[in-house]
């Protein structure tokens, strides 16, 4: 007979009215007075949040088996159909293998000139506006490459509306005025997108192109069956969202953090101007340590996703309590990388903390966990780095930036996080530039 005490004894945490603009460090706390497991009620249901390193190898690696995707991630499946990240079991192994070839470290030589053309031309014009918004720039530069480099779109006016398309899906929540109206504008919003991407579907079916695309419209199944029009659409657009959308926060806080600490950014440059002069290459981009700290850091302070969702397929214990089958479970990362006892300090900005021989990410498995971990850990995680990596280290070595004070400048966490007021920086030519 179990032990572990009955769900209903599972500590009960009451949300907060700013849950959604202080989830880490709220969440942060309730683990330190409850421990790693508690629970909520929300939009109708109970929720169980699984907190710090030990949850997330429970959930991401050693009884992952126990955890449905589709059921956690279920309103991106009723959006953008069922991609990668909704899928469950063999059906998501077969589709991650069909994928994985254009996702490691080598193939980002393939990506890696196309990434620096578009942050070369989306930025060449910022001296002379003076201001920009970063978080908005950092938008059209991901998006570009992603569309690009995954699918094979090439930027300009097509590309911006499949950019405002997603958008205005992503922000669909907060204008609908009830669920009637969501499912109104969601169906308008998904056709329109169909009928946009489907004819590019084709193109590529007849002329398949080197990116993941290519290789899912190449791909066949044991049976030899290729993948339906639903299954190439659904795929498209969870790469074009997954693609741009978290790696635009990440960029963002990355360059506002550098810019309130300039003594870092002065070892970022140092670091960079050791390099050869001209764009680096991949090899470049590896070598860019005291930047990809930095990096991790911005990662680990405001990881773009909060909190993993989860079903659940089967009842499980954890930490002395009983979970039953059916329930909503979040492990959390925000969270797992505010904790004292894991990362010193937790809220100052320290990048040398994963330099060695501190390396405290790694004194225990899971501790950072931005990307997810584990066999589903994010299948973009080396594209993300390298195109945020060469993103910040073209701006950085040709513009001296500075936020322009007196705005609001806040961090909310819809499904992922995002800045509602944006962030708007003075931009001028470094002198020298450094490269
Ligand atoms: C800063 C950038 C990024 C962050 C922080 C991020 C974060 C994550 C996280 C946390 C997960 C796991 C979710 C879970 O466990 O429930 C994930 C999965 C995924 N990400 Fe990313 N991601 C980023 C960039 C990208 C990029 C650039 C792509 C595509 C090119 C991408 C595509 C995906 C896909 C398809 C999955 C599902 C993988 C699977 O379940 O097998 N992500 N991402």
Not at 210 to 223: F, H, P, S, T, Y
Not at 326 to 338: C, E, K, R, T
Not at 358 to 385: D, M, Q, S, W
Request: charged share 25%; aromatic share 10%.
């Amino acid at each position: 007979m179990s032990q572990a005490k009955p769900f209903e004894e599972i500590p009960f945490v009451e949300l907060p009215a700013n849950y959604q603009s202080d989830l880490g460090p709220f969440l942060a706390r309730s683990y330190e007075q409850y421990g790693p497991i508690f629970r909520t009620f929300s939009f109708g249901q109970d929720v169980v949040y699984m907190v710090g390193p030990e949850a997330n190898r429970f959930v991401l690696a050693s009884h992952r088996e126990l955890f449905s995707h589709r059921q956690g991630w279920w309103f991106v499946e009723e959006m953008f159909g069922d991609g990668l990240l909704t899928m469950d079991g063999e059906q998501h192994d077969q589709h991650r293998r069909m994928m994985n070839p254009a996702f490691t470290i080598s193939y980002m030589d393939h990506y890696l000139p196309i990434m620096q053309r578009i942050i070369r031309e989306r930025t060449a014009d910022w001296v002379e506006r003076g201001e920009v918004d970063i978080y908005d720039e950092a938008r059209k530069i991901t998006f570009d490459v992603a569309a690009e480099a995954l699918t094979g779109l090439r930027a300009g006016p097509e590309v911006d509306q499949f950019r405002d398309i997603f958008v205005q899906l992503l922000n669909l929540g907060m204008v609908a005025i009830d669920e009637d109206d969501y499912q109104r504008q969601l169906a308008a919003l998904k056709g329109h997108l169909y009928e946009l991407l489907l004819p590019k579907i084709e193109e590529r079916r007849q002329c398949p192109t080197n990116d993941v695309l290519g290789m899912l419209v190449r791909a066949r199944d044991e049976q030899g069956r290729a993948l339906s029009d639903e299954q190439l659409f659904a795929h498209t657009n969870i790469l074009l969202v997954a693609g741009h959308e978290t790696s635009t926060s990440l960029s963002t806080w990355l360059l506002y953090l550098l810019t309130q600490h300039v003594d870092y950014q002065q070892r970022v440059l140092d670091e960079l101007a050791k390099l050869p002069e001209g764009e680096p290459n991949l090899e470049g981009i590896k070598k860019m340590k005291v930047l990809e700290n930095a990096l991790s850091e911005a990662e680990r302070l405001y990881p773009p996703v909060g909190n993993g969702p989860r079903g659940t397929f089967e009842a499980f214990e954890f930490h002395g309590y009983q979970v039953p089958a059916g329930s909503q479970v979040f492990y959390s990362i925000a969270a797992s990388h505010l904790l004292p006892h894991v990362f010193s300090n937790p809220t100052q900005f320290d990048p040398d903390r994963f330099a060695p021989p501190r390396e405290e990410h790694k004194k225990v498995p899971y501790a950072l966990v931005g990307f997810g971990g584990g066999p589903r850990i994010c299948i973009g995680t080396n594209f993300a780095k390298v195109e945020i990596k060469a993103m910040v280290a073209h701006i950085l070595r040709r513009y001296r930036l500075e936020v322009v004070p007196g705005q609001e400048i806040t961090q909310f966490y819809r499904t992922t996080s995002v800045l509602p007021n944006g962030l708007r920086m003075r931009v001028e030519e470094r002198e020298p530039v450094y490269v």
